[in-house]
């Protein structure tokens, strides 16, 4: 019996180790030769996940950052400042004396450009809130002058807030007033006072925004010149019906008679012959009367004044006005200025001193020398103020 028993524990071994080499058998095989792969299907059996105390927790690692890469700050000089507008970079400079400097003369050309002759500053002042801090390479590095030009270009980039007064004088229309008077012939219109214009000076504010004005406002008017009207006389008078002026010999002087002189006793400017007078002929009026004399006969004042005017008038030529006295004003048209001489306005003239000398008239023997008498501006028929020819 135990022989039996042994005889069978000899044989189980050796089939065991029978067992092994057919297991290991095969593995020495292939270390030596390709490994075919087999075409049957392979089925995978995945292991239900542990759970509990058995279970294993696996982790996956986390990928490893990538390095940041940094720009490298710009290198500025040791004191550069940003300024800031409105709490706003706007660029870097030097240094905060060198950003002082830059807005004081970006304002000073602000506040001066643009005005007109007369216009005067006020105020000038920068319209945001500027600052520095420590340049931290946020802003743009300029240089001095590329700044200050790009300030130039954008006024926006720093407003600036301005005001200036400029002072005008207003002129107000002149008033017009009309006036009919039997002095004048019908039809005839004259200005007995030409009349002055209201003025006003007015001083005015401007307020200006990047350069550019934004409002005005009137801040002081004061009148500087009172006003009066222009009186225009028209004329109404007319020769009586059947009645016929011969101006060669007129029976008697035409026209009315105006104010009596109280000092002035006028003498004739020239001796000479009458040859037309005042008055209405023909629908045309003659406002004086006409001497006719020979070249280079003296011209003297009719009484004694101040030479008021001297120049060309339409129609009568060469014409010098003397003012007397009482608002007389005595015209002498002598055609052309070559034979006045030492004359200028303003100068004092007596009673009968010579003013000039009658010029030559090409072809004629004779010369004519046209007189005219004002009182107030309206002319009058010389004849009621001057004594009888010899």
């Known amino acids: 019996m135990k022989d039996s028993i042994k005889r069978w524990i000899m044989i189980g071994g050796f089939t065991l180790v029978l067992a092994a080499l057919a297991a290991i058998l095969p593995l020495l095989v292939s270390s030596g030769k390709p490994r075919t792969i087999s075409s049957e299907p392979v089925t995978v059996i995945t292991p239900e996940p542990k759970t509990g105390e058995d279970a294993v927790v696996v982790r996956t690692p986390e990928p490893t950052p990538e390095p940041v890469r940094t720009t490298p700050r710009p290198v500025y000089p040791e004191k550069a400042v940003n300024l800031l507008v409105d709490g706003k970079p706007l660029f870097a400079v030097a240094s905060r004396e060198v950003a002082e400097q830059l807005v004081r003369i970006f304002l000073d050309e602000c506040a001066h450009e643009n005005l007109s002759g007369n216009a005067i500053l006020l105020t000038a002042s920068i319209d945001a809130e500027l600052a520095t801090v420590p340049a931290d390479g946020t802003a743009e590095y300029l240089e ?14 720093i407003p600036v807030r301005r005001t200036a007064e400029r002072v005008e004088i207003r002129t107000e229309p002149i008033d017009p007033q009309t006036e009919r008077t039997p002095l004048l012939p019908e039809g005839s219109r004259m200005f007995r006072r030409l009349g002055t214009p209201a003025r006003t000076l007015v001083y ?9 004005p934004v409002s005005e406002s009137e801040t002081l008017s004061t009148p500087v010149q009172t006003g009066s009207a222009r009186t225009e006389l028209t004329g109404t008078y007319r020769l009586p019906a059947g009645t016929v002026s011969d101006p060669e010999a007129p029976d008697a002087p035409e026209g009315q008679r105006g104010l009596t002189p109280v000092s002035l006793q006028l003498m004739h400017p020239i001796r000479g012959q009458l040859v037309g007078y005042y008055g209405l002929s023909t629908g045309e ?20 004044g101040t030479i008021v005017f001297m120049g060309e008038r339409a129609g009568l030529g060469f014409v010098i006005d003397i003012r007397h006295d009482e608002g007389f004003v005595s015209r002498i048209a002598i055609g052309a200025d070559t034979a006045v001489s030492g004359l200028v306005l303003e100068k004092h003239v007596n009673k009968g001193e010579t003013i000039a000398h009658l010029p030559e008239t090409e072809g004629e023997k004779e010369s004519v020398l046209h007189y005219e008498l004002l009182i107030d501006g309206i002319p009058y028929n010389p004849l009621f103020y001057l004594p009888e020819q010899n």
């Open 285 to 304: 009026m003659r406002y004086g009367i006409d001497y006719s004399a020979a070249p280079q006969t003296r011209i003297c004042a009719p009484e004694s």
């Open 204 to 212: 005015i504010e401007t307020l200006y925004q990047n350069g550019l």
């Open 144 to 157: 001095f002058d590329v700044a200050l030009n790009l300030l130039r270009k954008d006024r926006t980039l």
